[in-house]
């Protein structure tokens, strides 16, 4: 099984999912920043019913519990169920491949629609001729090769014959920690906001430390009026939990935003 989250979804969220997910199968592989993996075949027996109706169910959970919707593709590949999910249009949905409907599933797909087409590897292909999935199954694996490159081109096809041999591979996401600053009122004040950001640092700083952890890397969330906001992750040149690493790279992030975007409201770090 293939989840594909909304996109941009907030990594709260997208860890809450991954738990949910958790209730179908003890194998689940986060795939971040919006997908992830289930394996399904110990959970069917445990369940008693169809790999179909446990994605509805998914789906259902995933709405009424946390308000995520999601496209769940199943499949008796990796390849073939996240083939699948990106098949479903958004919000959300559930598209089951059965093993014997695989080649003629596949077969009629754009060829960019193969999970793991990237679009040169896809103008490749078009250039040649091969604009379907179908079509790339049927050219011999030594000429894919030649188009893309040895390892890529094996691998695309197996895949167009809907072959995968890759485990799903359990993995959490890595631990986080967040802190967030509320301003009084909105603000464009830039020394205003160096400073609730410096604030937001130490107690990051100090909590890593009591917890005996360091940071790879920081994510600043800017909050504006009207309920937009803005984003960025970049990571440490060493992981730390010093107050003067966080900071600085911690500055370089907001100096990057520029605050001419509009009235802050809050900082998430």
Known sequence: MHVRCPDRLPEEAFRQVLELLTEFSPVVQALPPSAALVQLKG?????????????E??????????????????????????????QIDAPGGVLAIDPDQVVDWLGPLPVEALHGIGPKQAAALREFGVHCVGLLAAVPPGTVQRLLGGRAGRMA?????????????????????????????????????????????????????????VARGLTLTLRFAG???????????????????????AYRIVDAAGLQRGRLTGLVL
């Open 43 to 55: 959970a069917l027996r445990y369940h008693g019913t169809s790999t179909r109706h446990l994605g």
């Open 57 to 86: 169910v998914l789906r259902i959970r995933a709405l009424s519990r946390l308000g995520v919707d999601v496209r769940v593709g199943i499949g008796p590949t990796i390849v073939v169920a996240a083939t699948a999910s990106g």
């Open 157 to 213: 096809a197996d895949r167009a014959r809907g072959i995968d041999p890759r485990p799903v591979a359990p993995r959490a996401l890595p631990a986080t920690l967040t802190v967030r600053h509320a301003f009084a009122q909105q603000t464009l004040d830039g020394a205003l906001v160096r400073a609730a950001l410096l604030d937001l640092v130490v107690q990051l700083a100090h909590q890593l430390r009591q917890r005996g952890q």
């Open 227 to 249: 309920g937009t906001s803005w984003e960025k992750t970049r990571r440490l040149p060493e992981a730390s939990a010093h107050d003067d690493d966080l900071r600085t790279l």
